[in-house]
C-alpha cells in the first residue's frame, strides 16, 4: 500500500452546474503545476545512486471531476463520483523511478464510487461507499494515499493519485463518536504490486481540542506470489491522542505496533507539541515533534522494520519527513528525527513557516552503513493564496548530510533545491 505524494494540501472546489428536486449535477477541476532547482542531488553523487544526473524538473497534474447527488433515495441521500488524473514529467527527478522514460505521462481513472449517507434516528448517520475513494485514518501516519505516481506515469512529488482503489467504506458516527470499517486497495501502477488492507477504525472527540483513535489493519491480500505468505498476515495496532492542555498549548501523540507471521516485529511512534501564540502578532505557531519509524536488524530472523502502509501528505514535514530526505531518499521507515517547526501568518493569505529536522538511522546496517547519524535539513515555506481558486508556494531547503548519509550514498556535499509550485481548483 505504499505509496508516494507532498504536493501542497488544496481543499478542491466543486460547481453545481444542474440541480432539480431529483439530482444535482456538480464539476470540479484541479490542476497543478512544479518546477524544482537542484544543486548537488544525492549528496554529489546522483548518477551513482539513481543512475542519472539531475539538476531541475517539472511537473503537472491535472484532475476533471463529476458528481451526483440523489436525494431521498432509501430513506437518505445517494451520492457518486468520478474523476480522471493526467500527470507528466518533463526532465529528470531526483526520485530515480523515472529513469529510461522519456518524460514520462500517464492518464488514468482516479474517482470511481458510489455511496449513501443516511440518518438512522437520535443523531446517528450511517455512511457507505464503495469503488474508487480517498480516505484518511488521523493524521495520514498509516492510511491517507491509496495510490502511485512517478516513473512512467510521471507527476511523483505532486502525488494526484490517492484514491484507494476496489475499496469499500462503512462508516456509523454519533456526535463526536465515529467507528468505521474498511476494505482498502491500492492503485499501484504497471510495475507494481496489488494489495488490499482490511480494518476497523474508532474515533473519538471529547472537545474541540481533545481527541482519541484506536485503529487495526491487517493486509488482506497481496499480489506478490512469494511474499504472500508473509505479508498477508501482516497487523497493525494503533492508538492515538491530541490533548488540548492550556490555552494555546497542544500536545499529541501516536503508536503503533506490527506483527505477524512470526515475522514482522515493527514499531512506529511520535509525540508532538504545538503552542500557538495568539495574543502575539502574526500569530506564530511553534511545532516540536520526536518521531521513531523502526528500521529491520539484519543481524535477526526477524523483520523490525516499520512497514509504512499508505501514509500520506496532510502538511509539511508530516509524514514525508524533510522536502529532501522525505521525498527522495526514504519512505517512512528506519528514522528517528527530531523537527522544530516554525509558521506564522503574514495575512489572511499569505503564511511563512521553516523546520529543522535531525535525521538519525535507527539501524544503520539496514542500509549497510556503520555510522547513525544521518543528517540535518532545513526547510523554509512560503505560501500564498493568491485568490480563491489560485494557490502558489515558494520552498527552499538543503540537507547537509552526517557520515552516515555519506557512507550510503558516497557523496559529501549539502543537497539543495528550490521549488515552484502553482494551482488552481474550480
Not at 472537545?207 to 498476515?233: C, K, M, P, W
Not at 488540548?244 to 511512534?269: F, K, P, V
Not at 489560485?390 to 540537507?399: D, H, N, T
Amino acid at each position: 500500500m505504499a505509496a508516494m505524494s507532498m504536493a501542497p494540501a488544496q481543499v478542491a472546489a466543486q460547481t453545481t452546474v444542474y440541480e432539480t428536486e431529483e439530482f444535482s449535477l456538480d464539476v470540479g477541476l484541479d490542476a497543478a503545476a512544479v518546477v524544482f532547482i537542484q544543486n548537488n542531488p544525492w549528496f554529489g553523487e546522483a548518477e551513482a545512486n539513481i543512475g542519472v544526473d539531475t539538476d531541475g524538473w517539472t511537473e503537472f497534474a491535472i484532475e476533471p471531476q463529476l458528481y451526483l447527488t440523489v436525494p431521498q433515495v432509501l430513506g437518505g441521500e445517494l451520492t457518486a463520483g468520478v474523476s480522471v488524473v493526467g500527470t507528466k514529467t518533463i526532465g529528470e527527478s531526483a526520485e530515480g523511478l523515472g529513469v529510461g522514460f522519456d518524460n514520462p505521462s500517464a492518464t488514468t481513472i482516479e474517482k470511481l464510487y458510489l455511496g449513501w449517507r443516511g440518518d438512522l434516528g437520535q443523531g446517528t448517520v450511517l455512511d457507505l461507499k464503495a469503488g474508487d475513494f480517498d480516505y484518511q485514518i488521523g493524521t495520514g501516519f498509516l492510511i491517507k494515499d491509496g495510490g502511485r505516481d512517478g516513473g512512467d506515469r510521471g507527476g511523483f512529488y505532486l502525488g494526484a493519485r490517492t484514491a484507494s482503489r476496489g475499496s469499500v467504506l462503512a462508516q456509523i458516527s454519533n456526535g463526536g463518536f465515529t467507528f468505521e470499517t474498511f476494505w482498502l486497495g491500492n492503485n499501484p501502477g504497471r510495475s507494481g504490486v496489488r494489495a488490499h488492507v482490511g480494518g476497523a477504525n474508532v474515533e473519538y472527540s471529547l472537545s474541540d481540542r481533545t481527541s482519541v483513535g484506536l485503529t487495526y489493519i491487517q493486509v488482506g491480500h497481496f499480489d506478490d506470489a512469494i511474499a504472500a505468505n508473509t505479508v498477508e498476515e501482516l497487523k497493525t495496532y494503533d492508538v492515538r491522542v491530541s490533548v488540548g492542555l492550556a490555552e494555546g498549548l497542544t500536545l499529541s501523540g501516536e503508536y503503533a505496533r506490527q506483527s505477524g507471521a512470526e515475522t514482522y516485529d515493527g514499531l512506529g511512534w511520535y509525540v508532538q507539541g504545538d503552542y500557538l501564540f495568539d495574543k502575539v502578532p502574526l500569530e506564530p505557531t511553534l511545532t516540536y515533534r520526536y518521531a521513531v519509524v523502526s528500521g529491520d536488524d539484519p543481524r535477526t530472523v526477524k523483520n523490525e522494520g516499520f512497514v509504512p502502509l499508505a501514509y500520506g501528505f496532510t502538511d509539511y514535514g508530516q509524514w514525508y519527513q524533510g522536502e529532501i530526505t522525505g521525498n527522495w531518499i526514504f519512505a517512512n521507515s528506519n528514522q528517528k528525527t527530531h523537527m522544530v517547526k516554525a509558521a506564522a501568518s503574514l495575512s489572511e493569505r499569505l503564511s511563512l513557516s521553516g523546520s529543522w529536522i535531525n535525521f538519525t538511522l535507527d539501524e544503520p546496517g539496514q542500509l549497510g552503513v556503520l555510522d547513525e547519524d544521518f543528517g540535518n535539513e532545513f526547510n523554509l515555506f512560503v505560501d500564498w493564496q493568491a485568490t480563491e481558486e489560485l494557490f502558489l508556494s515558494v520552498a527552499g531547503a538543503i540537507m547537509v548530510p552526517s557520515d552516515g548519509a555519506r557512507q550510503f550514498t558516497g557523496g559529501d556535499r549539502t543537497w539543495s533545491h528550490v521549488m515552484l509550485y502553482a494551482s488552481v481548483s474550480f
